[in-house]
């Protein structure tokens, strides 16, 4: 009697596409005999992606050249000549170097790459990973992160205060919140970077009406499947998003209500120093007497802060930022992170003079930084032309609700400034804030991988116990 197929639903296996999907594997005798895109209801029927190469992967055990017990190199490198050795032997030897190198140099002298791209389930729901940031744990090694990722990740934390916003929307967002327009800049997504659900997330907002347009080097996957592309010369794109910045501001149309209640926009900036003007700037009862904030205790052989409570609500108050209230012709003080401009007129445009301070607000202070960012000047350097910068921006406004996907290609080291730029363009817009427009930095996955127990990370799940060391390139 022949045994029945017998249907599994695990992760794909993916190499670092990060997207995660569902993969329904069909298997019979213990053998795999296909895979497939399952197929899933309710609300979860649109998140049910699957790339060819997913399809695919079904082959991989089967693989003739695939290692499937350790080698030992018997020849000269590059020989190609190696013998089988049993596995107590390999871990054995391995161990036995890896103690040696210990002893003779130092734990921190180990090394690992614990960067998780390439691998099944990335970071959090890789065994794989686990187990070597356990190892580095435990044992005091070294390990080293490339400097990729970073760029992205320290733009957002400088710009809108959190790290990981690439991390908060993910490529199903739109698929709910549908946009009028977006523009892809500096990555692949569609068929290539993120074949699955972000691919399927575009094509299928794209069938509804949304215009996309892909702003990159080469004529690749996602150009193809765009509704317009502009090739632009490697390095440029700072320069071309400047223009972009510049023409909301020349032409007027920016969200002023927007740059108002959520940016540092109105906040009046000392044209002295470049500093943002503080309350304890100008209001003498705001500031703070460093003499008496600390007290010798000579039990203690050391300082302590006298009333600390009272002295960190004074340092708060006069940290305020301050703004120039449009109507009633006075300065107005805003919370740091609070911005509550409940009851104020800010002036966006004010360039005053404040208890003898010479002060112009951040946003003038951008337009100015902004002029020289012609469609003209930047069509030198990017390539692009002055028309085609001037009608890029303009439909991105005109079609409002739009979406900027970025990051992909921008992510490596210098990217930063780049795509601060770029970022400007949803500030200035608004379009930051529209719930069907918004900005999304690469897309993270849409899949459903369950995320290990991060104690099985660190030695008896205690944090301070972990020996590892970071290292950088310049170390």
């Given at each position: 009697?022949?045994?029945?197929?017998?249907v599994?639903y695990?992760?794909?296996q993916g190499?670092?596409?990060h997207?995660?999907?569902?993969l329904?594997?069909?298997s019979?005798?213990?053998?795999?005999?296909r895979?497939?895109r399952p197929?899933?209801?309710?609300?979860?029927?649109?998140?049910a992606s699957?790339?060819?190469?997913?399809?695919?992967?079904?082959?991989?055990?089967?693989v003739?050249?695939?290692?499937?017990?350790?080698?030992?190199?018997?020849?000269k490198?590059?020989?190609?000549k190696?013998e089988r050795?049993?596995?107590?032997?390999a871990?054995?030897?391995i161990?036995?170097?890896?103690?040696?190198?210990r002893?003779?140099?130092?734990?921190a002298?180990?090394?690992?790459?614990?960067f998780?791209?390439?691998?099944?389930l990335?970071?959090h729901?890789?065994?794989?990973?686990?187990?070597?940031?356990?190892?580095?744990?435990?044992?005091?090694?070294?390990?080293?992160?490339?400097?990729?990722?970073?760029?992205g990740f320290?733009?957002?934390?400088?710009d809108?205060?959190?790290?990981n916003?690439?991390?908060?929307?993910?490529?199903?967002?739109?698929?709910?919140?549908?946009?009028n327009?977006?523009?892809?800049?500096?990555g692949?997504?569609i068929?290539?970077?993120r074949a699955a659900?972000?691919?399927?997330m575009?094509?299928?907002i794209?069938?509804?009406g949304t215009?996309?347009?892909?702003i990159g080097?080469i004529?690749?996957?996602?150009?193809?499947?765009?509704?317009?592309f502009?090739?632009i010369n490697p390095?440029?794109?700072?320069?071309l998003?400047?223009?972009?910045?510049?023409i909301i501001?020349?032409?007027?149309r920016y969200?002023?209500?927007?740059?108002?209640?959520?940016?540092?926009?109105p906040?009046?900036?000392r044209?002295?120093?470049?500093?943002?003007?503080?309350k304890?700037?100008?209001?003498?009862?705001a500031?703070?007497?460093e003499?008496?904030?600390?007290?010798?205790?000579?039990?203690?052989?050391?300082?302590?802060l006298?009333?600390?409570t009272?002295?960190?609500?004074?340092?708060?108050?006069?940290?305020?930022?301050?703004?120039w209230?449009?109507?009633?012709?006075?300065?107005?003080?805003?919370?740091?992170?609070?911005n509550?401009m409940?009851g104020?007129?800010?002036?966006?445009h004010?360039?005053?003079?404040?208890?003898?301070?010479a002060c112009?607000t951040?946003?003038i202070?951008?337009?100015e930084?902004?002029?020289g960012?012609t469609?003209?000047?930047?069509a030198?350097t990017?390539g692009v032309?002055?028309?085609?910068?001037?009608?890029?921006?303009n439909?991105?406004?005109?079609?409002s609700?739009?979406?900027?996907?970025?990051y992909w290609?921008?992510?490596?080291?210098?990217?930063?400034?780049?795509?601060?730029?770029i970022n400007?363009?949803a500030?200035?817009s608004?379009?930051?804030?529209?719930?069907n427009?918004?900005?999304?930095?690469?897309?993270?996955?849409?899949?459903?991988?369950?995320?290990l127990d991060?104690?099985?990370?660190?030695?008896?799940?205690?944090?301070s116990?972990v020996k590892?060391?970071?290292?950088?390139l310049?170390?």
């Open positions: 009697m022949a045994s029945a197929e017998k599994t695990t992760i794909c190499a670092g596409c997207e995660q999907c569902v329904k594997v069909v019979k005798d213990g053998k795999v005999v895979t497939e197929i899933f209801k309710g609300s979860k029927k649109d998140l699957l790339c060819q190469k997913g399809i695919c992967a079904g082959k991989l055990n089967y003739p050249e695939r290692l499937l017990y350790p080698l030992k190199r018997v020849g490198r590059g020989e190609g190696f050795i049993p596995w107590d032997q871990l054995e030897e161990g036995q170097k890896l103690r040696d190198i002893a003779k140099y130092g734990d002298s180990l090394v690992v790459n614990a998780p791209c390439g691998l099944p990335n970071m729901g890789s065994l794989t990973m686990a187990l070597c940031y356990r190892f580095m744990n435990l044992s005091g090694a070294s390990f080293w992160q490339p400097p990729l990722d970073m760029e320290q733009s957002n934390l400088v809108f205060g959190n790290m916003l690439a991390m908060q929307m993910n490529s199903s967002y739109w698929s709910r919140h549908r946009p327009y977006v523009l892809i800049w500096g692949n997504p068929g290539w970077a659900h972000t691919s399927k575009f094509m299928d794209q069938e509804q215009k996309l347009v892909d080097l004529f690749d996957s996602t150009a193809a499947k765009c509704d317009e502009i090739n390095g440029t794109d700072a320069a998003a400047l223009a972009m910045a510049n501001i020349q032409d007027k969200d002023i209500d927007f740059l108002n209640t959520y940016t540092v926009a906040f009046l900036v044209v002295d120093n470049g500093m943002f003007l503080r304890r700037d100008i209001v003498a009862e500031a703070v007497d003499r008496h904030e600390r007290v010798w205790d000579s039990s203690s052989n050391g300082f302590y006298k009333d600390a009272a002295i960190a609500a004074t340092t708060a108050e006069g940290n305020k930022y301050v703004a209230d449009a109507q009633a012709q006075e300065p107005v003080f805003i919370a740091a992170r609070d509550d409940e104020k007129t800010p002036d966006i004010a360039e005053v003079v404040v208890e003898g301070i112009k951040a946003f202070m951008l337009k930084s902004l002029a960012w469609p003209e000047k930047q030198e990017t032309s002055a028309e085609t910068c001037r009608q890029i921006i439909d991105y406004l005109d079609n609700p739009s979406g900027l996907f970025t290609g921008l992510r490596y080291v210098n990217a930063g400034q780049t795509l601060r730029a400007l363009l500030i200035l608004g379009n930051l804030g529209q719930k427009g918004r900005l999304i930095n690469c897309g993270d996955t849409t899949g459903y991988t369950v995320p991060g104690e099985i990370f660190l030695p008896d799940g205690d944090i116990k590892s060391h970071l290292i950088h310049t170390d």
